[in-house]
């Protein structure tokens, strides 16, 4: 008998599997690490700086003249899930970037290797950055002149305000940057980068972290106004908080504990309101101050001459106002919890009294009860005597015709005596079993 044995051998080709479904937010996830890459700078440039105040109706209608004048150009506008956008428009670049409240227009241009600081003048460059309708409120405007060290130049204790004049070094000394954080009669902050040997890509990480602080300074300090706005509501709220609390001391009735837990309610409701509409705006600010802080970390700045570093001079000017927004935040919290003690503390006094009216009530009921049942008592006594009033009467009828015909011949005088025990004990019985009986019943 003959087996044929027949083995498989195996084959070389990989079998196809399916893709790994991927969760819907890893796309984006992944490329948030890539949306703000540093891009290389030719020295000397131009850069004109905005940020605009975008609620979420108006970053669609900027998205949507964008990309029309994309379009007008031949060229392909941001797509719809697109924050960030570059696009080179001859020898100028322009980046776009759309952040969750403001949004960003960066104009790169040329400028020649002789330009003095901040020449030719904003009002030479500035037209071809109107061509895209302004998107919002315009927060910040920033004039940046990235050029290499001329000894024929302007110092800048020439160029800007001494004053409030802040300038440093990076990290290794191949650049310098400065800038006294006014306004110029442009409306723009001015900035002078110096170049003292930086590479190209080096120079564009310099430039958009230097924007970057001066951005997002200007968005920190948008606290302060509202920090001053709400200061008097909050003293006037801290002020009432201790005239009721000192009342809590003399009140003593449940009147006047109600009266204080509806001005509580009151104060409490006028705090809240002002908490609200003030969370979004301190919890930016800290946001915000801590980027400003971060971004001067990783310059790593260098003082020079006698002039204070830009971490210093934002240390002196700008913390007291980040404080002020940081302690408003506090006194609202810590006011939230004081009237809430409070609140408890009135609502325990009133529980309290009314927990004691309840018991009076409840006492007074009690005697009422007890007034009832006695009266009751006295009612069934009465009933029980004119029921064998009754009943003896009707007897004595019946004795006295028994007598008068002979069947009996005791005297009806003696058998209604006799009767009127036997009666009323039987009637009291007869009463007596019927309330028991009504009692158990209930």
Same mark, same amino acid.
Do not use: C, D, L
């Given at each position: 008998m003959n087996h044929n044995d027949t083995t498989a051998e195996p084959s070389n080709e990989p079998a196809t599997l399916p893709p790994l479904m991927p969760h819907r937010l890893r796309a984006a996830i992944l490329n948030e690490l890539h949306a703000r890459p540093f891009t290389a700078l030719a020295v000397p440039r131009r850069i004109l700086h905005f940020a605009?105040? =975008?609620? +979420?109706?108006?970053a669609q209608t900027d998205r949507v003249n964008l990309f029309a004048f994309c =379009? =007008? *150009?031949g060229i392909a506008g941001p797509l719809p899930s697109e924050k960030h956008y570059r696009v080179a428009l001859g020898s100028t670049v322009l %980046?776009? +970037?759309?952040?969750s409240e403001f949004t960003t227009y960066t104009w790169e241009m040329p400028a020649a290797a002789s330009d003095a600081p901040f020449t030719p003048g904003v009002a030479v460059l500035e037209p071809q950055t109107r061509a895209i309708p302004q998107p919002g409120p315009l927060l910040v405007a920033i004039d940046l002149h990235i050029l290499r060290k001329d000894p024929n130049h302007l110092s800048i204790e020439e160029i800007f305000d001494r004053a409030s004049l802040a300038s440093a070094e990076n990290s290794d000394g191949s650049a310098s940057y400065a800038t006294d954080f006014r306004l110029d009669p442009s409306g723009f902050v001015r900035i002078l980068i110096t170049d003292n040997g930086l590479a190209s890509d %080096?120079?564009?990480?310099l430039v958009q972290r230097v924007l970057e602080i001066e951005t997002y300074r200007t968005l920190a300090l948008l606290g302060l106004p509202e920090a001053q706005r709400l200061s008097p509501s909050i003293? *006037?709220?801290e002020h009432k908080l201790a005239e009721v609390t000192q009342k809590m001391r003399e009140a003593n009735d449940l009147g006047s504990n109600r009266q204080l837990l509806d001005e509580l309610a009151a104060l409490a409701a006028d705090l809240e309101a002002g908490a609200a509409a003030s969370v979004f705006r301190f919890g930016a600010t800290r946001a915000y101050d801590e980027i400003v802080h971060q971004r001067l970390e990783t310059i790593g700045e260098r003082k020079m001459g006698g002039l204070p570093t830009w971490t210093s001079f934002l240390a002196r000017r700008m913390a007291p106002a980040i404080r002020t927004c940081i302690t408003t935040e506090a006194r609202q919290s810590e006011l939230s919890l004081k009237l809430s003690r409070a609140a408890d503390l009135l609502r325990t006094r009133v529980n309290v009294e009314l927990e004691k009216q309840n018991q009076e009530l409840l006492k007074s009921m009690n005697e009422r009860t007890r007034m009832q049942l006695r009266l009751q008592t006295t009612v069934e006594g009465l009933s029980v005597a004119a029921i064998t009033?009754?009943?003896v009467s009707l007897f004595g009828y019946v004795a006295k015709a028994a007598h008068e015909t002979g069947y009996i011949h005791i005297e009806p005088a003696?058998?209604?005596a006799g009767f009127i025990p036997v009666a009323a004990l039987t009637i009291w019985a007869?009463? %007596?079993r019927i309330r028991k009986h009504h009692i158990s019943h209930d």
């Open positions: 605009f105040h =975008t609620n +979420e109706a108006a =379009t =007008t *150009r %980046r776009w +970037e759309q952040h %080096r120079a564009g990480a003293s *006037r709220i009033y009754y009943v003696y058998m209604i007869i009463v %007596r």
